[in-house]
Nanobody, 114 residues
């Protein structure tokens, strides 16, 4: 069973930054593709950023240049550094892990509002 635990969400003002963290204990972490999805109220869940086991990275177009995904294989951690946050970034953010089947964490709320 893959357990993913997110942290770092919260309420911020437009233009501010936030860093999300995801711990994935007990798995052969370096072999997994890791990522972040988000789901806003009334919308479908969408892929925000992904980092593969070979460290190739892809981003949702609307976050390119503002968000950075990274991983620490020694700590079994994946991070999402979010900058220049906008109200439309408001959503529940879910950590994602994939090797043979996908896994998601419980989610952490990010609210961007003045």
């Amino acid at each position: 069973q893959v357990q993913l635990v997110e942290s770092g969400g919260g309420l911020v003002q437009p233009g501010e930054s936030l860093r999300l963290s995801c711990a994935a204990p007990g798995i052969f972490f370096s072999l997994y593709t890791m990522g972040w999805y988000r789901q806003a109220p009334g919308k479908e869940r969408e892929l925000v950023a992904i980092i593969r086991s070979n460290n190739t990275i892809a981003y949702l177009d609307s976050v390119k240049g503002r968000f950075t995904i990274s991983r620490d294989n020694a700590k079994n951690m994946v991070y999402l550094q979010m900058g220049s946050l906008k109200p439309e970034d408001t959503a529940v953010y879910y950590c994602y892990a994939m090797r043979r089947i996908p896994h998601w964490g419980q989610g952490t709320q990010v609210t961007v509002s003045s």
